[in-house]
């Protein structure tokens, strides 16, 4: 499978819905701090629940993923960071 767009984003400056369908802006904090438009993420709105059932999803996984590496650091190490790469079926 070869994916052709991709867009860096950290965080939604826009959402909105028109005729069935939810446009959300992504947006990519600038060098001034500020967010600008990275790009928009088009999906239809019957779709967007199982979308953002399958990002939570993630974030679970990945929130899994954190408390093992602290189990295996131990208690010492409260601060562990998001772990480098990893993937998920």
Request: net charge negative; proline share 7%; hydrophobic share 50%.
């Amino acid at each position: 499978m070869s994916i052709d767009n991709t867009i860096f984003a950290d965080g939604i400056m826009e959402a909105s819905v028109h005729f069935g369908v939810a446009r959300l802006t992504l947006a990519q904090t600038g060098a001034d701090g500020k967010p600008v438009p990275a790009g928009q993420l088009v999906v239809p709105l019957m779709q967007l629940p199982a979308f953002s059932n399958a990002i939570m999803g993630l974030l679970k996984q990945v929130e899994a993923k954190v408390k093992e590496q602290q189990a295996q650091q131990g208690a010492a190490a409260p601060d562990v960071a998001v772990p480098g790469s990893f993937r998920f079926g």
